[in-house]
Nanobody, 117 residues
Framework: QVQLVESGGGLVQAGGSLRLSCAVS????????MGWFRQALGKEREFVAD????????DYADSVKGRFAISRANAKNMVYLQMNSLKPEDTAVYYC??????????WGQGTQVTVSS
């Protein structure tokens, strides 16, 4: 079955950096775009970033543009989210998901990111 496992979350001070990783198994990884989402306590899940099948095209939420970078390693079935200049409002559970032409059917369990001020 399809599995996505996120890692790399933690507690960091404002202005710091974290790199999230997502390991994917159970499908032909290189065929799919991948996305990162986040959900803060009491808020709806929101889009963070997306990357196409070969890494040649990326998209970001306005709130993270210039600070976050999504990348992938198809040989390793991995997708990453480099997060720099973190702000307290970036605090959330971060999820990776398989993008099936705009439909996200497979999700990981999430990893907590907490940014202290």
């Amino acid at each position: 079955q399809v599995q996505l496992v996120e890692s790399g979350g933690g507690l960091v001070q404002a202005g710091g950096s974290l790199r999230l990783s997502c390991a994917v198994s159970g499908l032909t990884f290189s065929k799919y775009a991948m996305g990162w989402f986040r959900q803060a306590l009491g808020k709806e899940r929101e889009f963070v970033a997306d990357i196409n099948w070969n890494g040649g095209s990326t998209d970001y939420a306005d709130s993270v543009k210039g600070r976050f970078a999504i990348s992938r390693a198809n040989a390793k079935n991995m997708v990453y989210l480099q997060m720099n200049s973190l702000k307290p409002e970036d605090t959330a559970v971060y999820y990776c998901a398989v993008d099936q032409s705009g439909r996200y059917d497979y999700w990981g369990q999430g990893t907590q990111v907490t940014v202290s001020s």
